[in-house]
């Protein structure tokens, strides 16, 4: 299987490779969704996952943090699409 990684900053600013697990837009929002992880221990042996909006700039994308109530519903509500083989 071909995994695709990207660089982030972790908590402390320092450069980390992250496994990007998938990656979907969302036009009713006008958002770019990205899922991916640093492949951390969650809870009962999980790995732990982000979720960010990845904004586009001059030279790629700077990711941020989903900012309302809205986007975290439609981000939802498609990761839930995804897994369970849905289409809208």
């Known amino acids: 299987m071909l995994l695709r990684t990207i660089t982030v900053e972790n908590g402390t600013g320092?450069?980390?490779n992250a496994a990007?697990?998938?990656s979907f837009a969302i036009p009713l929002i006008d958002r770019n969704i990205l899922v991916y992880t640093?492949?951390?221990e969650g809870r009962q042996g999980t790995a732990k996952v982000y979720?960010?909006?990845a904004i586009p700039r001059e030279n790629g994308y700077r990711l941020a943090?989903?900012?309302s109530e809205q986007?975290?519903?439609h981000t939802v509500q498609?990761?839930?699409e995804i897994t369970r083989g849905?289409?809208?």
């Open 51 to 53: 979720v960010a909006s």
């Open 65 to 67: 943090g989903l900012e």
């Open 38 to 40: 640093l492949n951390e």
């Open 14 to 16: 320092e450069a980390v």
């Open 71 to 73: 986007e975290w519903q």
């Open 78 to 80: 498609v990761l839930r």
């Open 86 to 88: 849905e289409e809208s």
């Open 20 to 22: 990007v697990l998938c």
